[in-house]
């Protein structure tokens, strides 16, 4: 067990956009869970927004001892000041000696405000979380320049430790409808001056656009396949399979795909549960973003590709003799 | 209107290797550019100052050799660059590194004109946190807007600036105070190039360098001493095992035989379930 200091506890940040808790929040708690048995310690869950208490039921199911609550329609849009104070106002209350954080658009927006005012560690992006066995301190290990290199990272002062996680790194646990816990609701005013970020609008990607990072089943193409032609047969077995079409960075390049549909570094991480790679070579900057896919399915007809390294199975071919085979093929299986 | 842009020297990451005897990072041979967000940033802080007026300032802290990077900028022709070099500043993770990079920001207000927004990069590719910005404007009581793509409307005398920003599932279009700090997104502009006035500029200009006593930092807030993180080990990551490759006539079925036995690829596709 750790020792025994005025910092305990595991707390994690459940963020609530459009309404809706962010899958992320719950894969935390799982890792949450697994942290604080190795410290001998509770988890605990903030969630800051407008009605936001119904989901504290929720946080419960998936691990949480105790929910802090911040609800107030003041919340109801995010502002980095004000989610801010909330945020720290709760961690000094109740000094959590972890706290862990979704690496979502909001939540790297607002770790790096919160690690500022607490003057705490924090560690970004981390890919796995783990407690030194002797000194108990949390080991962070994430990907550093570019996913060449990767580094782990503790805190050598300071109270709490602060981590941010990348969604989808983490396996979500199964939600425990039978699970007790508390629910404290916690009440810190907004002061109307520090509100002077206003969002004015909120436009929507089109209609159809898909977010590639929630897909079960990913067809990529990269700059083997470089045509309208490729692109119509990778469309023909995501639509077979379910599945969403997306790419490497030549191919958005060459405008044959929207950026949202970018995989690696400069684009979106996937993790979903088959990734089919056809003419993608499989440079670093494109495996950081795929690389942790459940089954990676490759065609390249160059048998030295680095994909195939990572590759559950690779057919070396061109694509253009590969894929209709596939295509028919599997349609004969799924049918 | 006064600007201050942020930029960081980073080695080119597709060439950054471990040594694996001594465990360190290995960045001798490995040429340094200027963070690819951070020339975004300076293009977009140039364009803002030729349409409403004012003046563009350059800040970087690193070792002296990121002077490089400074007179890099100049070239394209900003109007002041600052080097923030001491050993003291060495060792810096982000907490300590907002600390030094913010402190010097306020000097720079009262040395010349109060900056009224401040410019960095989201991300800087050798550590990829993106926190060094959030970390800075908090500090400064700036008002901050990440992810930003474009700066539609900046008021000065009304200290209003309204930006787009690129989230995951749209654009929101924001209003903040001046002063203000945004973080802007990679190719949302074409950086220009040096122009022969600029780069004349650049090899004549003694670059200043500014010390942590000349900032009047605070020993205890820079530095391996201001920084609460610590790198305890990097390795190179674990290689995933490739699987078997087909390269016969019955290639893909072959494989296919195979997935069609991975119980994520049947859950996925045939909709069974695990467990
Ligand atoms: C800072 C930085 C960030 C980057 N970010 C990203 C990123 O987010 N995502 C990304 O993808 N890239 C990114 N890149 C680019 C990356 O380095 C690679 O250049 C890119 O991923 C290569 O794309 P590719 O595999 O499609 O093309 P190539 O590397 O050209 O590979 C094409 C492959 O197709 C195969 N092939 C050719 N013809 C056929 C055929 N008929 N049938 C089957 N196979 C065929 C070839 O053998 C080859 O392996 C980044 C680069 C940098 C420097
Ligand atoms: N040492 C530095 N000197 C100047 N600016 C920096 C430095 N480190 C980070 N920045 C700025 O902060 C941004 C984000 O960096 P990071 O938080 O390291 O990902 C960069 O794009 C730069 O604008």
């Known amino acids: 067990m750790a020792e025994n200091t005025e910092w305990k506890d595991v707390l994690v940040f459940i963020e609530v956009s459009d309404g809706k808790p962010q899958e992320v929040g719950w894969e935390l708690l799982g890792q949450a869970t697994r942290l604080a048995g190795k410290l001998g310690q509770k988890v605990s869950a903030l969630i800051i927004g407008d009605n936001v208490k119904q989901f504290a039921k929720e946080a419960i199911e998936y691990g949480a001892d105790t929910v802090y609550v911040v609800d107030d329609p003041a919340y109801k849009t995010y502002v980095t000041r004000t989610y801010n104070n909330a945020f720290c106002e709760v961690v000094k209350k109740y000094k959590p000696t972890i706290v862990l954080i979704g690496a979502t658009p909001l939540g790297r927006d607002l770790s790096g405000a919160v690690g500022t005012v607490l003057q705490a560690g924090l ?12 000194t108990f301190k949390l080991l962070s290990t994430r990907p550093t320049f570019g ?7 503790f805190c050598q002062k300071g109270q709490p430790q602060m981590s941010t996680v990348r969604p989808k790194v983490m396996k979500k646990g199964n939600p425990d409808p039978a699970r007790k816990g508390e629910v404290i609701d ?10 002077t970020v206003k969002v004015l609008e909120f436009i929507p990607d089109k209609a159809g656009a898909v977010e590639i990072e929630h897909a079960k089943i990913i067809v990529a193409g990269g700059k083997g396949v470089n045509s309208q032609e490729g692109f119509e047969q990778l469309k023909k077995l995501a639509d077979l399979l379910g599945g969403e079409v997306a790419g490497s960075r030549p191919m958005v390049e060459a405008g ?4 949202e549909r970018q995989v690696g570094q400069t684009g979106k991480t996937v993790v979903p549960r088959v990734f089919i790679a056809v003419g993608i070579s499989g440079a670093i900057q494109h495996l950081v973003g795929m690389q942790n896919s459940d089954v990676i399915i490759s065609i390249n007809n160059d048998p030295n590709a680095p994909i195939f390294k990572v590759s559950t199975v ?9 894929l209709p085979e596939l295509i028919s093929d599997l349609e004969k299986r799924v049918n | 209107m006064h600007i201050a842009v942020l930029i960081k020297q980073v080695p080119d990451t597709q060439e950054v290797k471990i040594d694996p005897e001594k465990n360190t990072i290995v960045r001798a041979g490995v040429e340094s550019i200027v963070n690819p967000f951070d020339m975004n940033a300076v293009e977009m802080a140039l364009e803002l100052v030729e349409k409403h007026g004012g003046e563009v300032s350059v800040l970087t802290m690193g070792p002296p050799q990121a002077e490089a990077a400074l007179k890099e900028t100049l070239a394209m022709g900003v109007n002041r660059v600052i080097l923030i070099s001491d050993k003291k500043f060495a060792a810096a993770d982000t907490l300590a590194t907002s600390y030094t990079l913010a402190t010097a920001i306020e000097k720079l207000s009262k040395d010349t004109t109060p900056v009224n927004l401040v410019i960095c990069g989201k991300q800087a590719v050798d550590g990829d946190t993106a926190q060094t910005g959030p970390g800075i404007a908090t500090r400064l009581n700036f008002d901050q807007a990440t992810y930003v793509t ?3 409307e900046l008021v000065e005398n009304e200290k209003r600036i309204v930006v787009k920003r690129r989230l995951a599932k749209g654009v929101e279009i924001v209003q903040a105070q001046l002063p203000a700090l945004i973080t802007v997104e990679k190719d949302i502009n074409e950086p220009r190039y040096a122009s022969l006035p600029g780069l004349i500029k650049a090899e004549r200009e003694e670059i200043p360098s500014w010390s942590a006593d000349f900032i009047n930092a605070d020993p205890e807030q820079i530095g391996f001493k201001g920084s609460p993180t610590w790198v305890k080990r990097i390795f190179t990551p674990p290689p995933r095992e490739g699987g078997p490759l087909f390269d016969a006539d019955d290639a ?3 494989a296919l035989d195979i ?8 859950e996925a596709v045939l909709g069974e379930e695990s467990e």
């Open chain 1, 314 to 322: 690779g057919i070396v071919k061109r694509w253009q003799d590969a």
């Open chain 1, 123 to 134: 560690t970004a992006d981390c890919t796995g979380l783990d407690i030194d066995d002797k």
């Open chain 1, 147 to 153: 996913g060449n290199i990767m580094a782990t990272i």
């Open chain 2, 150 to 152: 474009e700066v539609t």
């Open chain 2, 259 to 266: 997935v069609f036995d991975n119980k994520h690829f049947r």
């Open chain 1, 186 to 195: 916690v009440s810190v005013p907004v002061d109307p001056k520090d509100i």
């Open chain 1, 256 to 259: 044959l795909l929207p950026v």
């Open chain 2, 252 to 254: 893909v079925k072959k």
